[in-house]
């Protein structure tokens, strides 16, 4: 092992020498010394300051389960109550989303969607952008869990908001109305009062009413008269012609839509008639709760309106 | 042990005349003018503010002249950056650190509060012997006049980089009644504090020790570029250079005596704004003003000999050898510098009066409706880029027989600058056997103003 020999250190004498130590390693390697600026010193040292003023004022040091929370303190409002804490980013995004300038324009700009009529809102396509975007994300908070995110719905479970076919209505009113005070979806099972054959009957008219051929034409006829008539009692809700009753939530039963059982997705007339035929023997009970006293109505208002545009209104 | 920090050398650069100065003073002359006139500039628009050059950010648009830039237009950004690279790789490879000596706004600016330090202190001698004396009241007077002006350039600078971010008369108003934004007064207040310091105070330090172009500029040179260089072997001849007391007077006879034209004057060193003998060599301080060039040229004109002891020269040139300025690497960088400037131009020139997007809403990708047909959804962004109002229809072609319904939206009128986000439906009664995914294209149509282009956006249709 060679120690770091000595020598004379040496000051540059010819242009292009520098400056050396005087430090020698393995007999020729010399340190060479490119002193820097004394200001340089000075700027770390002003750093080491700036950085001790930091700590003070904002919070820096983990310690145990805890942290050196610094002097500096933030106040914000929470829902019109004042809070005051130590200066973090979490309470500036807090004071941000409550009293921002943006948060406070977009709290304006619902207001005024809210209080306008639904024709100049469907009207306007600021509006409408607004609308958009804004309820996107209460829906996305409160009614994708089930509805899915943009209402596509599960068959079986709960209903595509997407399409065009409404249970309780399309309409800007009977959606707030829906989203404000829930809804209550029965069908009573059929179990009890149909046979076999009787199922199956109403079952086959029920698919020749959305325009399913293929069905025994002594059946569907069958159907027709259990369905219109006292035993089966079906038109109190669908209807004469089973256009559905939106007073009950009845839907319509002459489009090819269906909440309840994947009729569309069966590949025989005979599967999809043990579909409807099982949902009528089983009845259907829905519940859509109230978000009344959760979203404010300004709130229900955009969703509404969001909503009546994903099917594309009525 | 030696010193591992190095207190600072004062450095008392004296003034010269001559060529170069006075290239450097026009172009000192030209840059503050547009630097501090420009932000007052008027311009006439239809719609949007009177200022010639505004950078707008909360509203996110630059107004240069007739030309309005969009945060879509990055990609100018990345190509005026890549043209700014290449331009100074280019003009270093041929020409030495021209941008450091000419262009440079620390060049720039320390120039200028030198000569407000001339001003007030006096030239080299003076201000040395002004250092040297005690502090006494007329010391005290001038060190702090000089301060005084300093800080006044530099809050002239700094207000009106302020300037250009908002409407000049508007904000200088503002500005001087309190009523300005905390942002207009912290940005004046930095920059006027770091004119100061970088300008007045710390001055060859930032070339030196602070900014990394002034290093790596260094690696661009090769043995043709254009550099500021004393001719050694003139300068020098066999015995060295001498005084005009020890060497005479005479040119032929010193070059008889094998003494070279150098007098030692020392004038080349006293000028140098950077502190070092541009005899010594190629240096990484140097900056390129060319200030000794002007010096050592005054002194030649003085003794009737020719000039160019110290000179805009090469390596190659100073060996006899030819400086070859036409070669691969010029071609290198200039061949990119002129496609990227011809793409930016075209870029430019062939800017989109309309800026749409069409993005199909993916949960769910189609739904059923009850009268069997399939409808698709999409969300369309449309931004007018124009500085006038325009009104658009939205079309779908492209699929026959596909329905598009906007709700009650007809047409769509956006105000300039303005962007909005539609949602359209689009419904579509598939023939059986049709394909699962349909070609589709947007048509958005400007009905206002005539003239324009329609915009068309492809996307599909998926009916299963």
Redesign the interface.
Same mark, same amino acid.
């Given at each position: 092992m060679n120690e770091p020999g000595h020598e004379q +250190?040496s000051a540059p004498g010819k #242009? $292009?020498e520098v400056?050396t /130590?005087?430090h020698v390693w393995d007999g020729d390697l010399r340190e060479y010394?490119n002193? %820097? #600026?004394? @200001? @340089? %010193?000075w700027s770390f040292y002003a750093t080491v300051v700036f950085s001790l003023i930091y700590w003070l004022l904002y919070p820096a040091w983990p310690i145990a389960g805890t942290y050196t929370k610094g002097i500096a303190w933030i106040n914000y409002e929470v829902e019109g109550e004042s809070q005051r804490s130590h200066w973090n980013s979490r309470a500036l995004l807090v004071r941000d989303m409550q009293t921002g300038d943006a948060a406070v324009r977009q709290r304006e700009f619902l207001q005024v969607i809210a209080e306008a009529d639904h024709?100049t809102v =469907? &009207?306007d /396509?600021?509006m =409408?952008?607004f609308v *958009? &975007?804004y309820a996107r994300g209460i829906f996305g908070d409160f009614c994708a869990a089930c509805h +899915? /995110?943009?209402?596509?719905g599960i068959i079986g479970l709960y209903p595509?908001l997407?399409?065009? *076919?409404w249970h309780w209505g399309g309409t800007i009113q009977a959606i707030e109305q829906t989203i404000t005070r829930g809804r209550m979806g029965y069908m009573p099972p059929y179990r009890e009062t149909f046979d076999d054959q009787q199922a199956d009957a109403v079952a086959a008219y029920v698919l020749s009413l959305a $325009?399913h051929e293929g069905g025994d034409p002594e059946q569907v006829s069958l159907g027709g008269s259990i369905f219109q008539g006292y035993e089966g009692g079906c038109y109190a809700c669908h209807g004469r012609e089973g256009l559905g009753l939106k007073s009950q939530g009845a839907p319509?039963l002459t *489009?090819?839509?269906w909440q309840n059982i994947d009729v /569309?997705g069966a590949q025989s007339h005979a599967e999809r008639q043990a579909l409807v035929r099982d949902l009528i023997l089983r009845g259907v009970q829905r519940e859509m709760p109230a978000f009344g006293d959760r979203l404010s109505p300004a709130e229900i208002r955009v969703l509404a309106t969001y909503v009546h +545009? %994903? $099917?594309?209104?009525l | 042990m030696s010193e591992q920090y190095q207190a600072r050398i004062p450095i008392y650069p004296r003034s010269v005349k001559g060529r170069f100065r006075n290239l450097k003073w026009a172009v000192l002359a030209l840059a503050y003018g547009v630097f501090f006139l420009l932000p007052w500039l008027r311009w006439e628009r239809a719609f949007g503010p009177d200022q010639a050059v505004l950078f707008d950010i909360p509203g996110r648009r630059f107004y240069l002249f007739n030309l309005l830039v969009h945060p879509q237009d990055i990609f100018w950004l990345a190509a005026v950056l890549i043209i700014l690279a290449l331009l100074l790789f280019m003009v270093t490879g041929l020409a030495g650190r021209v941008f450091c000596g000419y262009f440079c706004f620390q060049t720039l600016w320390t120039d200028v509060f030198m000569a407000i330090e001339r001003a007030i202190q006096g030239d080299r001698g003076a201000r040395m012997r002004l250092d040297r004396s005690g502090w006494t009241a007329g010391r005290l007077l001038k060190k702090g006049a000089t301060h005084a002006v300093w800080l006044g350039v530099a809050f002239l600078t700094g207000l009106t980089f302020t300037l250009y971010w908002a409407d000049a008369p508007a904000l200088t108003a503002a500005f001087f009644t309190g009523q300005a934004p905390f942002a207009a007064y912290a940005t004046t207040g930095l920059l006027t504090l770091t004119t100061w310091l970088l300008a007045g105070v710390l001055r060859e330090q930032v070339c030196t020790y602070m900014c990394p172009y002034a290093r790596f500029q260094s690696v661009m040179f090769d043995r043709d570029t254009l550099i500021i260089s004393y001719d050694r072997d003139r300068g020098e001849g066999t015995a060295g250079r001498a005084t005009l007391r020890d060497g005479g007077r005479d040119l032929a006879a010193r070059r008889e005596g094998g003494v070279g034209d150098c007098i030692d004057c020392d004038y080349c060193v006293q000028v140098c704004p950077v502190g070092i003998d541009i005899r010594d060599g190629l240096q990484y301080q140097c900056i390129h003003c060319a200030l000794c060039v002007d010096a050592c040229d005054a002194v030649m004109d003085r003794l009737k000999w020719p000039r160019g002891l110290v000179r805009y020269t090469s390596e190659h040139a100073l060996a006899g050898q030819r400086t070859r300025l036409l070669k691969p690497k010029t071609l290198g960088y200039g061949v990119p510098l002129l496609l990227i400037t011809l793409l930016l131009a075209w870029g430019v020139a062939h800017q989109a009066p309309l800026d749409a997007s069409v993005s199909q809403v993916r949960q769910p990708l189609f739904v059923r409706l009850s009268d069997g047909s399939i409808q698709n959804s999409y969300e369309i962004k449309v931004n007018n880029k124009t500085q006038y109002p325009m009104t658009l229809e939205v079309r779908v072609s492209g699929l026959d027989g596909a329905v598009l319904d906007m709700g009650r939206i007809e047409q769509v009128t956006l105000m300039p600058e303005h962007r909005t986000t539609l949602l359209a439906r689009v419904r579509y009664q598939a023939p059986p056997g049709a394909a699962r995914q349909q070609a589709l294209v947007f048509e958005l149509v400007p009905v206002m103003p005539e003239g324009l282009d329609p915009v068309l956006v492809g996307s599909q249709f998926i009916l299963r």
């Open positions: +250190q #242009p $292009g400056e /130590t005087g010394n002193p %820097l #600026p004394r @200001w @340089w %010193l024709d =469907l &009207s /396509t600021d =409408l952008a *958009n &975007s +899915q /995110t943009g209402g596509a595509n997407a399409d065009d *076919n $325009g319509n *489009n090819d839509i /569309t +545009q %994903l $099917g594309g209104g | -």
